[in-house]
């Protein structure tokens, strides 16, 4: 996929929600979630001051945005690095505060369409589903070794998948006539593993699990969990944050994380409530924004999206 056809999620509404830090003498963005640096362009190009620093562990989305990128020289600085690695690379670069800080969560398009990256259930792949294909464990490493136990775990907890044992055990029993190695067998056990009746609703039998084993392998939620603290801990005074989360998991972490910082911390029934106990955010959305219809419309995969926004107001 190349630039021209990405199409960038909320794209104007993370514009408006990040714009008011953008603009100021010296900002610093961090695009935590680079992809094929759709974002990221759109930043640079709207505020002329500003300087990105793009992270992704994808050396191919890397490659990518960098060619996006390159009419903007050294404004944008792109590293290999998993999002909860911000402290470390702030600090090797030399960047005390952000302005504003973007995470787009989930698969890129660019992953979504390379079928050998095998994220996708719509046709047959190896089964890899690795956001960075130079390290890690596979999905099918994961679906051939583990235990029926663990992986219906893992469709439970990641995938909310209600015919989770049922499809552990055909996994497993499968798997022993020949491993699994392609996105196709996969798909089609886990179709045949539900009943008929619930197939009927829903969307593609197999989305939950296959959303599930790509959390697993790249460990995405225990990830969020270390970064949303971090790029918390990095925004400046009135800096803003931005997140694009993707499904009930992710969103319940990102609510979660700007609930703890945007709520005072006062014990109740105190009269006055002094500075140490004031919010040190405020929030920029209220709950979690869609897209509206004309962008889904547009572009298919924003249909699921859910963008929370908030704001630096105090120190500590």
């Known amino acids: 996929m190349t630039s021209a056809t990405h199409i960038p999620v909320m794209l104007e509404r993370c514009v408006e929600l990040l714009g008011p830090a953008l603009g100021r003498p010296g900002a610093v963005v961090l695009d935590a979630t680079l992809g094929l640096g759709g974002h990221s362009e759109a930043f640079l190009q709207r505020f002329p001051e500003a300087r990105l620093i793009g992270l992704d562990r994808d050396p191919q989305a890397l490659d990518a945005a960098g060619k996006r990128l390159a009419p903007f020289g050294d404004r944008a ?53 690795r956001m960075d294909s130079s390290r890690g464990i596979t999905a099918a490493e994961i679906v051939n070794t583990y235990p029926a136990p663990d992986i219906a775990r893992i469709l439970r907890d990641y995938g909310e998948e209600r015919f989770a044992r ?45 959303q599930a084993l ?38 319940r972490l990102v609510k979660r994380a700007f609930a703890a910082v945007s709520e005072s911390t006062a014990p109740p029934g105190l009269p006055v409530v002094p500075e140490q106990y004031q919010p040190r955010f405020r929030l920029l959305t209220r709950g979690a924004e869609p897209p509206t219809d004309a962008e889904i419309a547009e572009n298919p995969r924003a249909a699921s999206a859910k963008l929370r926004g908030a704001e630096r107001v105090r120190e500590g």
């Open 77 to 129: 600085t792109l590293v290999h690095a998993v999002y909860d690695e911000i402290p470390e690379v702030l600090d090797r670069l030399g960047v005390r505060a952000l302005s504003g800080t973007l995470f787009d969560l989930g698969v890129s398009s660019l992953q979504l369409d390379m079928r050998e990256r095998g994220f996708a259930y719509s046709y047959d792949a190896p089964l890899d589903m």
């Open 166 to 210: 049922r499809i552990a055990d055909n996994i497993v029993a499968e798997r022993e006539r020949e491993p699994f190695t392609t996105t196709a067998r996969l798909s089609e056990l886990v179709r045949d593993s539900i009943p008929a009746a619930t197939r009927r609703t829903g969307g593609h039998p197999a989305k939950r699990t296959f």
């Open 214 to 251: 790509r959390i697993a392998v790249n460990d995405e939620l225990p990830v969020l969990e270390r970064a949303l603290p971090a790029a918390i801990k990095a925004t400046g005074r009135e800096g803003r944050i931005a997140v694009l989360s993707y499904h009930s998991l992710e969103d």
